[in-house]
């Protein structure tokens, strides 16, 4: 299994970033997939989450009306387009999967976002 995270990078408060995650090695569809991040020096912290065929997204309150969860099962590919991004944001951005129900059981490696003027 294989989560690949791309799309971080060094961006102002305001701009807006693309984060993508390529799935392979799992049914892509059966899974809910969720963002998590880790700010320097502080613990993991949830971002927002997809079900399977996505037609449900939740988001943790500091995010929402900026970031936007999306899925493309045909391309086994799952995106957040975060707007507006302020210092806060900066943080490592983690893609992972889950069943319904179940812990996030595989994560990629993570992409780098950073907001800074």
């Known amino acids: 299994v294989q989560l690949v995270e791309s799309g971080g990078g060094l961006v102002q408060p305001g701009g807006s970033l693309r984060l993508s995650c390529a799935a392979s090695?799992?049914?892509?569809?059966?899974?809910?997939m969720s963002w998590v991040r880790q700010a320097p020096g502080k613990g993991l912290e949830w971002v927002s989450s997809i079900n399977s065929d996505a037609s449900m997204t939740y988001y943790v309150d500091s995010v929402k009306g900026r970031f936007t969860v999306s899925r493309d099962n045909a391309k086994n590919t799952v995106y957040l387009q975060m707007n507006s991004l302020k210092s806060g944001d900066t943080s490592l951005y983690y893609c992972a999967a889950s069943v319904f129900g179940g812990a996030l059981r595989y994560w990629g490696q993570g992409t780098q976002v950073t907001v800074s003027s």
């Open positions: 090695g799992i049914t892509f569809s059966d899974y809910y």
